[in-house]
């Protein structure tokens, strides 16, 4: 299967409005402006620019019940749009004092302009069928948007995170756009031409509207499970050191940086490389980015300069066979690094150099470690000493 979906370019057509003649003067002031937003289909590479062919790199099938629980391997189509407009007076450049806002559930959207110069901000609203969106927009701050997600309700059992803020959920993928110094003027020569038939001036102003949240697909590759020591994942996942929040106006991530969690679940006995086959652990992680990393686009790609001080660690939890449960803390930072906008996240493990943890007291809950692990490479083994 190879998703198609979305990288969305955004395409603003002011429209100014006149009497019922041809090629007329512009000179009525609150003239129209239309904004349209067609969406266009595109490859999860895009988002990615990676220069590898990433099926082959990803071992785990996500099947029906995946997409059920997780969604599609893709970046899903808008639904509705929030619109924000910021009037700036006759001069370009000039501060947000004023702001109109409206929700588009088409893909047009046409309002009321004076002449003058505008700021317009666009960005996709979240389809949540089960209200449980956990992004939070606030544009209460009239120079940007920003958004962030909310936390977790279950603490997870960490001795490592034990002293920390429960971790933030991970967002649901979402788009901005936006464009500065849009000019409403009284020059004919200032659009594009003139739409005899709707009897309006016609200006195009483009730009493209950019991913804010990014797809990493992470897989464990569990080696030498015969004996079905490893069941699978005891709890949710926690990816480190990723941004906290995202300036939805200039696509920026934020400096300060949060635990986020996701599921995974494990499959038995499937195809890995070279005609071996292993147990495999998958699951879609979502995120804002790394800290103060700037906003995706198509011709930058992957280009990134950020937190240096700030890693990234995978802390996984595994069930074993005996019903006990224990913690094992794995550095992704450089594969982070190497992918900011999402990709491939591989942790490789050896199960039968592993000892299974002993269940306290034989009843419930299991024993929590945080074991020293040796830093990933691919196409290497991570052996667990414990």
Not at 348 to 357: G, M, R, S, W
Request: charged content about 20%; overall charge negative; glycine content about 8%.
């Amino acid at each position: 299967m190879k998703p198609m979906r979305l990288l969305a370019p955004f395409t603003a057509i002011i429209m100014a409005l006149t009497a019922c003649t041809i090629e007329p003067p512009l000179h009525l002031p609150a003239e129209t402006v239309v904004v349209d937003l067609p969406i266009v289909i595109t490859d999860l590479e895009v988002v990615w620019s990676l220069n590898v062919d990433w099926e082959s790199e990803w071992f785990y099938p996500w099947e029906q019940e995946d997409i059920d629980r997780w969604g599609e391997l893709s970046y899903p189509m808008p639904r509705s749009y929030e619109i924000r407009r910021y009037y700036l007076g006759s001069r370009p450049g000039g501060a947000h004092t004023t702001v109109d806002g409206t929700t588009l559930l088409t893909t047009t959207y046409r309002s009321k302009y004076d002449f003058g110069y505008y700021d317009l901000l666009a960005w996709s609203n979240i389809y949540s069928p089960d209200q449980t969106q956990v992004v939070v927009i606030d544009d209460s701050n009239l120079d940007y948007v920003w958004a962030t997600t909310t936390r977790s309700r279950y603490p997870l059992n960490i001795p490592a995170l034990k002293d920390q803020a429960l971790p933030h959920n991970h967002p649901e993928i979402f788009y901005s756009a936006y464009e500065q110094d849009v000019h409403i003027s009284n020059n004919k020569e200032d659009y594009d031409y003139y739409d005899e038939v709707e009897n309006v001036w016609v200006k195009h102003l483009k730009c493209e509207m950019q991913p804010l949240v990014f797809i990493y697909l992470v897989q464990v590759i569990v080696h030498n499970n015969g004996d079905g020591r490893i069941v699978g994942p005891s709890q949710s996942t926690v990816i480190t050191g990723v941004a906290s929040g995202v300036n939805v106006t200039t696509g920026a991530t934020g400096h300060e940086s949060t635990n986020v969690i996701f599921d995974m679940r494990m499959k038995k006995d499937l195809p890995y490389r070279n005609g071996s086959r292993a147990d495999i652990m998958g699951g879609k992680l979502t995120t804002f980015g790394l800290c103060d990393m700037p906003s995706w686009s198509r011709s930058r790609g992957q280009a990134f300069a950020g937190r240096a001080d700030v890693d990234n660690y995978m802390m996984l939890g595994l069930h074993f066979i005996n019903g006990a449960d224990s913690t094992f803390v794995y550095p992704i930072t450089d594969q982070m690094r190497r992918q900011p906008h999402g990709g491939i996240i591989t942790i490789e493990i050896l199960a039968d150099t592993i000892t299974v943890p002993i269940k306290p007291g034989g009843g419930g809950g299991g024993s929590m470690f945080d074991p020293n692990v040796n830093p990933y490479e691919p196409g290497d083994t991570t052996e667990i000493e414990i």
